[in-house]
């Protein structure tokens, strides 16, 4: 991590190298890293930048996707400069190991009522896109003012379960990619920067 720890948050509000994990301090489960800190928290803010503009004077309602959207809910919202709300979804996709199998299963449902109201889901990855593709027809079923999808990271397998994704932070390759909310057997997902697991952790 580049940034020097003179004890000031960044513009996305974290603090300096005492507070955070970061690529260099577990190299060896790296095979490379594919976004740094710095990356990600700029293209956050050229998003919400254009969240901003294209939802200006409208009410706004962020659906982070539990677990892994947590980092981008909380860098996101905070980079944006209109007011909005925020709500959360769990779900888990019923099929063996890491495969998706696009049955979804609601572990915890909107707090809220979205009849009227303009929904953006916030994702951390799509990798087939099969969850996505639930959550719209289910989300879509609930009468919302418009409902859009913004997620931080798209694999190539995605594009083929037609989900419209308004806006994409990096589209990347189809491999094994932890840090940033992204998980292997629930660890790493306080990694600040991306990178592609090493097979020796998963193997
Ligand atoms: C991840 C991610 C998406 C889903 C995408 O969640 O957050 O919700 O997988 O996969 P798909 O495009 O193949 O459907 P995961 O089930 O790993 O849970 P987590 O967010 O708790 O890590």
């Known amino acids: 991590m580049d940034k020097a720890d003179d004890g000031r948050p ?38 919400a930048a254009e969240i901003d503009r294209d939802y200006a004077g409208k009410d706004l309602l962020l659906v982070g996707v539990l677990n892994g ?30 495969q998706s199998s696009g049955v979804v299963r609601i572990l915890k449902d909107l707090s809220t009522d979205i009849t009227g109201v303009h929904v953006l889901v916030v994702e951390d990855i799509i990798d087939t896109g099969l969850t996505l593709s639930y959550l719209v027809s289910n989300l879509l079923s609930r009468g919302p003012a418009s409902l859009k999808i913004m997620t931080a990271f798209r694999k190539p397998e995605a594009e ?36 592609a697991l090493s097979p020796h952790v998963y193997s």
């Open 10 to 47: 960044d513009a996305l509000g974290r603090y300096g190298k005492l507070c955070v994990v970061d690529d260099t301090q577990i190299s060896d489960d790296l095979t490379r890293v594919l976004f740094t800190t710095e990356q990600i928290a700029g293209r956050m803010i050229e998003l």
């Open 69 to 98: 959207a947590v980092m981008v809910m909380a860098d996101l919202s905070r980079a944006l400069t209109m007011h909005c709300k925020m709500d959360w979804m769990a779900v888990t996709s019923y099929g063996s190991g890491t």
């Open 160 to 195: 083929q379960n037609a989900v419209e994704v308004a806006y994409v932070g990096f589209d990347i390759p189809n491999e094994f990619v932890v840090g940033y909310g992204l998980d292997y057997d629930g660890r790493y997902r306080n990694l600040t920067s991306v990178g």
